[in-house]
């Protein structure tokens, strides 16, 4: 690939796409940045008792340091849209890169609490960009028939970035005797801990230079020679010319791009829109990021130990691993909409047997006192609900917010409902500590009713986009 963004085809490659080799190698790189998502959003998790200590932090101000992540990938999100369209998808993904490797750096050799935050929203500029440049380039570059199980591959990748992240702050942890004692080169656990992210970003920077711009955006752009090279080798040549007329024709408007493009006839937004948005904070508001956030906490403020709580954390993100592979192999068969109706269901009953658990049990000093059998039924409710969000809100919204807008929004407006899931998440991590000292039982409540509205929500406006072209979208 050169500078200006042309792509040789892979020679040796030419038709991989039948075999799926070649499609599956780009949209595993695109994906990342998913990987690079989910790493920067769990690795505070190992660093922030230490950083807390290291900088004598109060707690206001240790818990914004956690949360200002989620601000700059609001803000990432809200900016990304407008950059893929104007510069392309591939641009967008180094941006990221940078955004990542600079974030490593400079938080792991932060030299006060301020500098640390202004960091931390960097890297969260950098996931918010990448929560929407993956599923976007995916779902362009992807043939109908396999495209929902190459975008469940973003899913996947911030799922393992999540284990990833607490593998690596408990091997740090663990080799230096302490998040806060010194590693190597005169700089604490902690610090190495935000160091290790710089790896994955010069390798999602550098494997950026290796994959092909969008095909739709090139022709967005009028570089049709370079659009049909890059469709043959994903499709074959066989109706290439047909396919970027199709493409031309979603399109076909004279003014670039934009946000007003996000708004119907009327006033308001677009019903797809309104969709992509609803489907954004149902997946948040559910509560699964009480569970990555805050579980550790959660289970020793039931009774279990620092370190059997940290196992559990562990065990919970590996099952959400494994568990999105389920995904990936039903939702190109089942289709969206019923991963999704199963998922919601199968949330609200494990949310609800937290919620009465924890609802139900003696409260000494705050803390819910659970038996023996109570314990071991929440922590089975816990790793099921985790089940049920893994194999179908995780992967399958990341599916239908690169694959439901048409061609001429898709940037935007997967923009749009990516900022809402950050703002979302921001709203759900900043009020469970509050809703766990009013009553565990009634945050597990709150987070199963939107279990239950979330299948409501899926049943009546959510469409199957199941074996669709990405050009028979509408508005």
Same mark, same amino acid.
């Given at each position: 690939m050169s500078h200006g963004g042309s792509f040789e085809v892979l020679p040796s490659d030419e038709n991989e796409?039948?075999?799926?080799?070649g499609v599956v190698r780009i949209a595993s790189v695109a994906a990342l940045g998913g990987?690079?998502?989910?790493?920067?959003?769990?690795v505070i998790n190992g660093a922030v008792g230490a950083i807390g200590d290291h900088f004598h932090a109060d707690p206001a101000s240790l818990g914004f340091a956690?949360?200002?992540?989620?601000?700059?990938?609001?803000?990432?999100?809200?900016?990304?849209?407008?950059?893929?369209?104007?510069?392309?998808?591939?641009?967008?993904?180094?941006i990221a890169a940078v955004l990542f490797l600079i974030s490593a750096i400079g938080t792991a050799l932060a030299p006060n609490l301020v500098m640390l935050v202004v960091f931390r929203i960097v890297g969260g500029a950098g996931v918010g960009v990448a929560?929407?440049?993956?599923?976007?380039?995916?779902?362009?570059?992807?043939?109908?028939?396999?495209?929902?199980?190459?975008?469940?591959? +973003? +899913?996947?990748?911030?799922?393992?970035?999540?284990?990833?992240?607490?593998?690596?702050?408990?091997i740090f942890q663990s080799a230096a005797g302490g998040a806060s004692k010194d590693f190597a080169l005169g700089l604490e656990a902690w610090r190495w801990m935000f160091l290790a992210m710089s790896i994955p970003a010069l390798a999602y920077g550098l494997l950026s230079l290796t994959i092909p711009e969008s095909p739709r955006f090139l022709v967005a752009v009028h570089r049709i020679p370079e659009a049909r090279k890059i469709l043959s080798a994903l499709l074959g040549e066989k109706g290439v010319d047909i396919k970027i007329d199709t493409i031309q024709r979603t399109l076909a408007v004279d003014k670039k791009p934009s946000w007003v493009d996000l708004r119907a006839p009327g006033t308001g937004l677009a019903p797809i829109v309104w969709v992509g948005l609803g489907l954004s904070i149902f997946q948040q508001f559910v509560g699964i990021n009480v569970i990555f956030y805050y579980s550790t906490i959660l289970w020793q403020a039931v009774g279990f130990s620092e370190s059997d709580s940290f196992k559990i954390t562990v065990i919970s993100a590996v099952v959400n691993i494994v568990t999105t592979f389920i995904a990936i192999g039903t939702i190109d068969k089942f289709g969206r909409k019923p991963l999704l109706l199963i998922g919601s269901s199968g949330m609200f009953v494990t949310l609800g047997v937290m919620s009465y658990i924890f609802g139900t049990?003696?409260?000494v000093d705050g803390i819910p006192q659970l038996s023996d059998v109570e314990g071991i039924v929440a922590l089975l409710a816990a790793n099921l609900f985790v089940v049920a969000f893994g194999m179908s809100w995780g992967p399958v919204v990341w599916v239908l917010l690169g694959e439901s807008f048409p061609n001429r929004i898709r940037a935007a407006a997967l923009s749009f409902a990516a900022a809402g899931q950050w703002v979302a998440n921001w709203a759900i991590t900043v009020s469970f500590p509050s809703l766990k000292d009013f009553s565990l039982g009634f945050a597990y409540g709150f987070y199963s009713l939107c279990a239950l509205l979330s299948g409501i929500f899926v049943w009546k406006w959510v469409e199957e986009t199941k074996g669709k072209e990405l050009e028979d979208m509408h508005t």
């Open positions: 796409e039948h075999t799926g080799k990987f690079l998502f989910g790493y920067d959003s769990a956690v949360a200002s992540a989620l601000i700059g990938a609001a803000v990432g999100a809200l900016t990304a849209g407008g950059f893929a369209d104007r510069f392309g998808r591939l641009f967008v993904m180094k929560s929407v440049i993956a599923p976007t380039y995916i779902s362009e570059v992807s043939p109908a028939r396999i495209r929902g199980r190459l975008a469940s591959l +973003q +899913q996947l990748a911030i799922v393992t970035g999540i284990f990833i992240s607490l593998l690596v702050d408990y049990a003696p409260v």
